[in-house]
């Protein structure tokens, strides 16, 4: 209770208070680990999770986390650039006036609502190992996601976690049933509005108890999945995040449709009507047999679900381009206030500056490493990065590929001469990458 003065009384066992925006909000920046519970008079309880795993992490473990040293090095399968390691333990999601942390408190105020006590996991360290990343979700050693074209790398098994399903094996190996996970999430990508190397992720799970699944005991593959207890899980998962979107958009109308995921199965994805257009918003599913069994709970059958705030943020508010939720300047936080959701106004939009680049590509060549390095020289200068025009020369058997690149800043006004410079940069650098300019 030391950790919460604003919050609570020196309650050794639990601490009761009303449900708010700013309790919720207060009590992430902690970096504790807690769950709690709704009452009958309107008020939540928030309590240690368990007396072998009270703390996520500690404030002072979260503040390490934006030190770039810990995430640069001279290891040769280190690719994490100097602008992404200046990310790193920003925690956006734990700000309670950021459009980011305001979805986020509005997702748990929801799950705070719910009959199931979901302890809240919101500073786990961004340095996950590729068991922890791939290996415990069912992700094969081929897939392309664990490629160092798409993921950041400190060395051979260690990286900046892609997703925050990173966590789940360890907190389903401690024992807990139903939690959420916030956090920063890092993957190469492509550049443009809607797109960004750092950007930050939800997930939730929750298992079943023993006995509500006793009739499918013994039962795998697709016994399992043709189970009625799978079915309940599926049902309750669907009804739970239906809720959700209620809570976030109003009542809307959804659909449902299939997918593919190793860590889950059945999975789904949910898809809402909102102002007129079916937007994709989450994926999910009941946990996959293997994932339990690896994190040592075989006994256990229940459901995850994960999705990305930036994703939701960028349609309640209105935002349109996502570097603006790194941005510094305050005509872009003055419009937030914790707890509310209120439309972004653009202010001042500066011209874009146009460049092109074409050269002819090795074998092999990776697009991602091109995007990579053009935001390692000019930044959040770049707004996209577009490949116009393609062509192989059948005599030559060479392939060519010519990108636009659109460069504009979100506070002041580009000159072509800066810009130049730092288009002479990428034409020289990108011989790197095995290329021929032309």
């Known amino acids: 209770e030391n950790e ?9 066992t639990s601490t009761t208070m009303k449900i708010s925006a700013t309790a919720l909000a207060l009590a992430s920046l902690t970096g504790l680990c807690y769950s709690f519970t709704t009452t009958n008079t309107g008020s939540f309880k928030i309590r240690p999770a368990s007396s072998t795993a009270i703390l996520s992490a500690t404030v002072e473990e979260a503040a390490t986390y934006a030190d770039p040293s810990r995430y640069l090095s001279d290891h040769p399968k280190n690719n994490v650039p100097p602008h992404i390691a200046a990310l790193v333990g920003r925690g956006l999601h734990t700000r309670p006036d950021h459009p980011i942390g305001i979805i986020r408190a509005k997702i748990q105020e929801y799950f ?93 799970v929750k298992l079943f108890p023993k006995e509500d699944m006793a009739g499918a005991d013994g039962l795998s593959g697709e016994d399992w999945e043709n189970s009625a207890e799978c079915k309940v899980i599926a049902e309750d998962l669907k009804k739970t995040l239906e809720g959700l979107m209620d809570h976030l958009f109003g009542e809307t109308e959804k659909k449902w449709s299939e997918d593919y995921f190793p860590f889950t199965t059945p999975s789904y994805e949910l898809e809402i009507k909102y102002e007129g257009e079916w937007l994709e918003v989450l994926g999910c599913g009941v946990v996959h047999e293997e994932v339990l069994e690896m994190a040592d709970r075989a006994d256990r059958r229940g459901w995850a679900f994960g999705l990305g705030l930036e994703r939701l943020a960028m349609i309640l508010f209105e935002i349109p381009d996502i570097r603006l939720f790194w941005s510094d300047d305050d005509r872009f936080h003055s419009q937030f206030k914790e707890g509310q959701i209120t439309k972004f106004k653009s202010y001042s939009k500066y011209p874009p500056v146009l460049k092109d680049i074409a050269f002819w590509i090795p074998e092999g060549f990776e697009e991602n490493d091109f995007f990579e390095l053009g935001r390692g020289i000019a930044g959040d200068l770049v707004e996209r990065m577009e490949l116009i025009d393609e062509f192989t020369n059948p005599k ?35 011989l790197d990458l095995g290329v021929e300019v032309r």
């Open 4 to 12: 919460l003065p604003l919050l609570c009384s020196k309650n050794k």
């Open 112 to 204: 705070a609502s719910l009959p199931n006590e979901y302890i809240v996991y919101d500073a786990e360290d961004p340095i996950v190992t590729t068991t922890q990343c791939f290996d415990d979700l069912r992700i094969a050693p081929d897939h392309p996601g664990r490629s160092p074209s798409d993921t950041y790398y400190l060395d051979d098994s260690t990286l900046l976690r892609t997703h925050t399903s990173a966590h789940q094996s360890e907190h389903l190996r401690s024992g807990v049933d139903c939690f959420l996970c916030a956090g920063d999430v890092y993957r190469r990508d492509e550049i443009d509005s809607s797109h960004y190397p750092a950007f930050h992720q939800l997930e939730a």
């Open 396 to 430: 030559k058997g060479k392939t060519s590929k010519c990108y636009r690149i659109t460069y504009r800043s979100m506070d002041r006004s580009l000159t072509n001469e800066e810009i130049d410079a730092l288009q002479d940069e990428l034409r020289e650098r990108v």
